[in-house]
């Protein structure tokens, strides 16, 4: 009964390769987001979508494109990985609202060899 | 650049003693709100404090805001081994569209 889920748990890959993460909750949210959190704990937003439409965008090298299909999931898919891709990237999901909290999947680890 | 920086980067105590973590911030927010990160683990929201209030209890936790002097500060009473973690502050800018500027948290180790 995981509140929201993100697969892999760990993700080990070559430069230059394309992959994507998996993002879902069952909370019955409205709103989505993607932060990575690089070596420094450092947490940055990148995404946010809300109702299946894009409402926050960093700036963030378009080799990154989310992706949601229903207001339950948002995907990242990376192109071109780049050795400097490597963090933890966080997904959350959260009601519409400043004053809502944000619920945290547990990340997704990638290692760009 | 960052909006919140957390003070101290790392703080470590004996089991049973308080802590406080001090946060601090550059523009006008609507709210600030303190998450924990346990290793590994995704974070967990622990509370939330609006402009207007001073002050915010909920449970072993006290959250003080001082908006003149952009600062918030956490207080956990009676740390237990359990509250090893890091803590980040995060705050709402008034912009409306729930981004989230998170500090770059303090890392609490708890001595048992």
């Known amino acids: 009964d995981t509140a929201v889920s993100q697969t892999p748990k760990y993700l080990v890959t070559q430069m230059g390769n394309d992959k994507s993460i998996k993002c879902e909750q069952n909370?019955?949210?409205?709103?989505m987001y993607w932060y990575k959190q690089d070596s420094k704990k450092f947490l940055k937003i990148m995404f946010s979508?809300?109702?299946?439409?894009?409402?926050i965008n960093e700036t963030v090298p378009n080799r990154f494109s989310p992706k949601s299909p229903d207001k339950a999931h948002l995907n990242l898919h990376i192109n071109s990985l780049e050795l400097g891709d490597s963090a933890v990237y966080f997904c959350a999901s959260s009601w519409t609202g400043s004053r809502q909290p944000q619920h945290f999947g547990d990340g997704t680890r990638l290692s760009i060899l | 650049s960052q909006q919140g920086e957390e003070d101290p980067q790392a703080l470590s105590i004996q089991e049973g003693e308080n802590a406080t973590m001090n946060c601090s911030y550059k523009t006008s927010i609507n709210n600030l709100q303190w998450y924990r990160q346990n290793s590994g683990r995704g974070l967990v929201h622990l509370i939330l404090i609006r402009s207007n209030e001073r002050e915010k209890h909920s449970g072993r936790l006290r959250v003080t805001l001082d908006t003149s002097k952009k600062s918030s500060s956490l207080l956990i009473t009676a740390s237990r081994a359990a509250d090893t973690a890091s803590y980040f502050c995060a705050t709402d800018l008034n912009f409306g569209n729930e981004k989230l500027t998170f500090g770059t948290g303090t890392r609490l180790t708890i001595i048992p």
């Open positions: 979508y809300n109702n299946k439409e894009l409402i």
């Open positions: 909370l019955g949210h409205d709103t």
